[in-house]
Structure formats: structure tokens, C-alpha cells
């Protein structure tokens, strides 16, 4: 689904289900030119997850236990070219990380656009949690990052996190992979461990793994008290061809 020149604004306590079809456009929230400005709150977050998640929501597809959710089962959210400040503020997003194109979409991509993150969760992503990427500005505050193939993927873009839970990553907690615009800002997080992140800087870190071009000094030693969300209603989307 795309959004241009628009923009979404949804009430607190939605839920949004979706599913993924290989190499296509279902199951995405595409962004251009509009906006994405969602604020949930802490009792009743906005949820983006999975149509077979019946955590949130309910059984939604009715099937019971039958199917379960797993990473990948829909693509992601996706913020391009001349999107203006985007912001999201109590918000889940699970179990992203369709195909598209030949690679895993992002929880986030964000690509020559802005996006602030405060208060959320990004975790279960087959990819990365949030993907920032030529000339993109991202900020990701008070977040669990967890459970991804990488928690934050960023090229040639302005990263910064801070206060976050950066943890249970399968690659890396930090994955930089080019810093023509500096390195990525990631002092006072949590990586799953009191002796930091692993990386030949930190002997004896055994955290979450990052790459150069992070500062993560100093680190947290105990993990931040985050979300614990509930939710009490359902939007669902669910495009078909």
C-alpha cells in the first residue's frame, strides 16, 4: 500500500496485520512525499505485525494454532525521497522481512528521509530492524531493538541511538556498512550484556556484535526499563491481489 503526497494517522491501541507476498508490493506500507507520524502510548501502543499473530488481536485469520507467526512473514515500512520528518511513538513492529526484490524489506526503511523512533519496539525483523540509508536521518530512542538479523543497518545516513535495548540480534546489534556521513552515534545502550558489545575495541565484550564506525562508549551495564505494552483493538489490513 503507498501513500504520496499523504500521510497515515492512526488512534491509539491499533492494530495493523499484514502479509507478505514475495517480490511485490503487499504487505508494505510505502511512504512518498507524505508522512508517517503514529503515536500509540504506553498502555495502548500501535502494533504493526503479522496477520498470523494472534497475540495482538486476536485469531485474527481464525484458524486457531494452526499458523504461526515467524520473521519475514511481511515486508515493512518503507519511508523514500522527499518524505518530510516522520516520527513514531509507542509503536510495535514484528515479524517483518518479506523478499522484495531479491532482499529482506526492513521493519524501517528509511532513504533520504528522516525518522525519530521513541518508545517502541523493533524485534522478530528477518532483516534489520530499522535500515537507514543515503542521506536518511534516524534517531532511535528508549527502543527494544531485539531478535532481528541485524537491529540497525545503516549507509551513508545519520544514525543515532541512545537509551535503547540492543540485543538477541543474530548478525550484528550495529551493522554500518558505509560512513561517508560519519559514524553511527550509539553511546548509553544496552547490547544484551554488562561488558558491552563485541567488537575488537571492547576485549571482553559479549554483547551484540557492531561493526566499525560505531561509537558505543560508554554502554549501559543493566538494561533500560522499556515498553511492556497491552493492546485493546484491531485494525486489520490485509491486501489481496
Given at each position: 500500500?503507498?501513500?504520496?503526497g499523504?500521510?497515515?494517522?492512526?488512534?491509539?491501541?491499533?492494530?495493523?496485520?499484514?502479509?507478505?507476498?514475495?517480490?511485490?508490493?503487499?504487505?508494505?506500507?510505502?511512504?512518498?512525499?507524505?508522512?508517517f507520524?503514529?503515536?500509540g502510548?504506553?498502555?495502548?501502543?500501535?502494533?504493526?505485525?503479522?496477520?498470523?499473530?494472534?497475540?495482538?488481536g486476536?485469531d485474527?485469520?481464525?484458524?486457531?494454532?494452526a499458523?504461526?507467526?515467524?520473521?519475514?512473514?511481511?515486508?515493512g515500512?518503507?519511508?523514500?525521497?522527499a518524505?518530510?520528518?516522520?516520527?513514531?511513538?509507542?509503536?510495535?513492529?514484528?515479524?517483518?522481512g518479506a523478499?522484495?526484490?531479491?532482499?529482506?524489506?526492513?521493519?524501517?526503511?528509511?532513504?533520504?528521509?528522516?525518522?525519530?523512533?521513541?518508545?517502541?519496539?523493533?524485534?522478530?525483523?528477518?532483516?534489520?530492524?530499522?535500515?537507514?540509508?543515503?542521506?536518511?536521518?534516524?534517531?532511535?530512542?528508549?527502543?527494544?531493538?531485539?531478535?532481528?538479523f541485524d537491529?540497525?543497518?545503516?549507509?551513508?545516513s545519520?544514525?543515532?541511538?541512545?537509551?535503547?535495548?540492543?540485543?538477541?540480534?543474530?548478525?550484528?546489534?550495529?551493522?554500518?556498512?558505509?560512513?561517508?556521513?560519519?559514524?553511527?552515534?550509539?553511546?548509553?545502550?544496552?547490547?544484551?550484556?554488562?561488558?558491552?558489545?563485541?567488537?575488537?575495541?571492547?576485549?571482553?565484550?559479549?554483547?551484540?556484535?557492531?561493526?566499525?564506525?560505531?561509537?558505543?562508549?560508554?554502554?549501559?551495564?543493566?538494561?533500560?526499563s522499556?515498553?511492556?505494552?497491552?493492546v485493546?483493538?484491531?485494525?486489520l489490513?490485509?491486501p489481496?491481489?
Open positions: 500500500m503507498s501513500f504520496t499523504g500521510g497515515l494517522t492512526m488512534l491509539p491501541g491499533a492494530v495493523v496485520k499484514l502479509k507478505g507476498v514475495s517480490n511485490g508490493t503487499l504487505g508494505a506500507l510505502r511512504f512518498s512525499g507524505g508522512t507520524n503514529v503515536a502510548t504506553s498502555s495502548d501502543p500501535v502494533v504493526f505485525t503479522s496477520l498470523l499473530d494472534d497475540n495482538f486476536g485474527t485469520n481464525n484458524n486457531g494454532s499458523t504461526l507467526p515467524a520473521k519475514s512473514d511481511w515486508h515500512i518503507r519511508l523514500f525521497t518524505s518530510a520528518v516522520n516520527s513514531v511513538d509507542h509503536v510495535i513492529v514484528r515479524y517483518s523478499i522484495n526484490a531479491g532482499t529482506p524489506d526492513m521493519s524501517f526503511y528509511v532513504q533520504n528521509s528522516t525518522l525519530t523512533v521513541n518508545n517502541s519496539e523493533l524485534s522478530q525483523g528477518g532483516a534489520a530492524g530499522a535500515y537507514a540509508e543515503s542521506g536518511a536521518s534516524l534517531r532511535i530512542l528508549n527502543t527494544d531493538v531485539k531478535n532481528n537491529g540497525v543497518r545503516a549507509s551513508n545519520n544514525v543515532l541511538l541512545s537509551n535503547c535495548s540492543i540485543s538477541g540480534n543474530t548478525s550484528r546489534g550495529v551493522n554500518v556498512v558505509s560512513a561517508t556521513l560519519g559514524p553511527v552515534q550509539a553511546a548509553f545502550n544496552w547490547w544484551g550484556s554488562a561488558s558491552g558489545p563485541t567488537h575488537a575495541g571492547n576485549p571482553g565484550g559479549t554483547g551484540d556484535s557492531v561493526t566499525n564506525n560505531v561509537v558505543y562508549t560508554p554502554y549501559l551495564g543493566t538494561e533500560p522499556n515498553i511492556l505494552p497491552s485493546v483493538s484491531v485494525t489490513l490485509d489481496t491481489p
